[in-house]
């Protein structure tokens, strides 16, 4: 995701309405995003209500975001997305459900551009299975892991942001990073078993989502 000026927020804390509208539009669809697929279509009905609470939090408490503290504005906010996403399963104590226990459930510290050239409709139709068969697997993974993960592969954080974003270091988002990647691999594996083009094109796309929007799980940090 892209990065907010320090100068927007500023203006946004000294009162600025058209600041503040910015800031809101900027965040609006990662919040969303970020939402929906960590705490998935269970919340679904919620969602809004969820990034109204956390919208909320931002802006009651922007007057304390200082940029002289070498934190992004974005890691900043992020900070309360995770938060709240916790609290919101804490609350509702919905357990981590794993294929593999003692593995995937493990916690381990404490996916409508038209491309000519690209698909077959068969092959558009089955990427879209994949994504959402991806989405369905991160469910089964830890809260942590499934944060990492979804903050790394589809919002594209630095591996920084997301250690101050998690209050963790930079090593332990590496080990949750690759455990995920471990994880959704083992859970999808019959899938891309019965899909071994699909298998084959993550294996040679480089970091980040692959061209049909799917986050690569197969890959290790550069």
Same mark, same amino acid.
């Not at 970020?34 to 919340?43: E, P, Q, V």
């Not at 068969?133 to 993974?141: D, G, P, S």
């Not at 630095?158 to 083992?186: C, Y």
């Given at each position: 995701?892209? %990065?907010? $000026?320090?100068?927007?927020?500023?203006? !946004?804390?000294?009162?600025?309405?058209? !600041?503040?509208?910015?800031?809101?539009?900027?965040?609006?669809?990662?919040?969303?995003?970020?939402?929906?697929?960590?705490?998935?279509?269970?919340?679904?009905?919620? !969602?809004?209500?969820?990034?109204?609470?956390?919208?909320?939090?931002?802006?009651?408490?922007?007057?304390?975001?200082?940029? *002289? &503290?070498?934190?992004?504005?974005?890691?900043?906010?992020?900070?309360?997305?995770? +938060?709240?996403?916790?609290?919101?399963? @804490?609350?509702? &104590?919905? #357990?981590?459900?794993?294929?593999? #226990?003692?593995?995937?459930?493990?916690?381990?510290?404490?996916?409508?551009?038209?491309?000519?050239?690209?698909? @077959?409709?068969?092959?558009?139709?089955?990427? $879209?299975?994949?994504?959402? /068969?991806?989405?369905?697997?991160?469910?089964?993974?830890?809260?942590? /892991?499934?944060?990492?993960?979804?903050?790394?592969?589809? %919002?594209?954080?630095?591996?920084?942001?997301?250690?101050?974003?998690?209050?963790?270091?930079?090593?332990?988002?590496?080990? &949750?990073?690759?455990?995920?990647?471990?994880?959704?691999?083992?859970?999808?594996?019959?899938?891309?078993?019965?899909? $071994?083009?699909?298998?084959?094109?993550?294996?040679?796309?480089?970091?980040?989502? +692959? #061209? *049909?929007?799917?986050?690569?799980?197969? &890959?290790?940090?550069?």
């Amino acid at each position: 995701m892209e %990065e907010i $000026s320090h100068e927007l927020v500023q203006k !946004a804390q000294q009162g600025d309405e058209q !600041a503040t509208r910015q800031l809101i539009e900027a965040l609006h669809r990662p919040i969303h995003s970020t939402i929906h697929r960590f705490l998935g279509n269970r919340f679904a009905n919620q !969602a809004e209500d969820i990034a109204q609470d956390i919208f909320l939090k931002i802006f009651r408490t922007l007057h304390r975001f200082d940029p *002289d &503290r070498g934190v992004k504005f974005t890691t900043w906010a992020f900070a309360y997305v995770r +938060n709240h996403c916790f609290d919101v399963l @804490k609350k509702r &104590r919905i #357990p981590t459900v794993s294929l593999n #226990p003692g593995r995937v459930g493990e916690d381990d510290d404490k996916w409508e551009l038209q491309d000519p050239t690209a698909r @077959k409709p068969s092959e558009n139709a089955l990427n $879209s299975e994949l994504g959402t /068969q991806i989405e369905l697997a991160l469910q089964k993974l830890n809260e942590p /892991q499934r944060m990492v993960f979804v903050l790394r592969e589809y %919002e594209q954080m630095d591996l920084k942001s997301i250690a101050e974003i998690m209050d963790s270091t930079e090593g332990t988002v590496k080990s &949750r990073l690759h455990r995920a990647r471990e994880n959704l691999k083992q859970l999808l594996s019959h899938y891309l078993e019965n899909n $071994s083009d699909l298998v084959e094109e993550q294996a040679g796309n480089k970091p980040g989502k +692959n #061209p *049909d929007g799917n986050p690569n799980i197969g &890959r290790g940090e550069e």
